[in-house]
Structures are given as C-alpha cells and as structure tokens.
C-alpha cells in the first residue's frame, strides 16, 4: 500500500535530517512545537512508488484537469449563445428572463396540475388510508416535479449564464448612485 512507503523522521542533525530508517533528508520539514523544542518531521515515499503516482497522474491527470475538460463543451455552448445575444436590445435581452421562466413552467405544468388535483383529492377523502395514499401520491409528484425542474435549469444553463455574460458586457463602466453612494459597474464579463 501506499501508506506503507511512509516513515517518520525526527533526529536532526544540523540542517540535514536522519531518519529512522537511515536516509539522510534535507528540507522542507514540519515543525512541531513540544515542551523540550521543535520536533522536525518530514514524510518520505520511494522512489518507485512516486513515479508510479505521476504515472497515473499523466495517464489520468488531475482532478483539476478532469473537471476542466467536462466544462469545456458546456463552455463552448455559453459562448456560441453569447455571440447570438449581442444582436439583441437591452429590452429583448430583458425578455430572455421572462422567456425562462415561461420554458420552467411549460416543463412543469402537468406536474403540478396532478398535484393541486391529488390535494383536493386529499381534502375530500374521509377515510385515513385514502388520506395516506394521496399523501404518498403527492410525495411521488413533488419528487417527480423537482427533477423535472432540474432536468429543465439544466438545460436552461448555457442560454441563462450567456444572458448574464452579455448583461455584464453592457454594464461595464456604467455608474449609479445607491443609497448615496456611487456605485461603478466593473465586472469583466
């Protein structure tokens, strides 16, 4: 295991440092303050083993390089859908707000239609179980009604965060005054 190539050193000598295990170290060393001084500790790996870690480091590459390369194709989406906003007034820019929430509502509407129509169900039930059924029945709806909400902000995603982008665009280096203090747009977008 990797853990087993870890060994602590702690005997100082000079500026170098012996470990337990024979090897001479030098630098860098965490310092642990104690009672009787400092305790200078630094964790070695072989060699072979940190190879085989930047092995898979280049075979996989890094958790960093990973979620960049997952972004990329969303982020070529948000710029084509910039480029299609900048043709747009300020006021139809406007509108692209009302438009996304009209899309969310269209992707929900029959979801919450049979959940007002279960709710009511609900009020003229008489007995307990048909109470806990509908109850139950609306649970699966609300479940159902926040996936497709997801599902819908997912794919709204690059258009709205394209709509943000142009807004910063067309604010730069505009000013206003709030609560008597100027305040100057510099957001780069």
Known sequence: MLLEAFHECSNVDGKE?????????????????????YIFKQFCISRKREQMLQFLRKLFGSKHERDIKALLPLVAEINKHFEQLQGLTDEQLRAKTDEFRARIKEATREIEEEIAAAKEEVRNAKTYDEREA????????????????????????????????????????????????????????
Request: glycine share 6%; net charge positive; proline share 4%.
């Open 134 to 189: 509908l109850y139950a029945r609306i649970d699966e709806l609300n479940k159902e009604l926040d996936a497709t909400i997801e599902s819908t902000l997912n794919e709204l995603l690059p258009e709205a965060f394209a709509v943000v982008k142009d807004a910063c665009r067309r604010l730069v280096g505009k000013s206003w005054e709030v609560a008597g203090n100027k305040v100057v747009w510099d957001m780069v977008p």
């Open 17 to 37: 440092l012996k470990c337990n295990r024979g090897k001479t170290h030098q630098g860098p060393f965490l310092a642990s303050a104690t009672k009787k001084g």
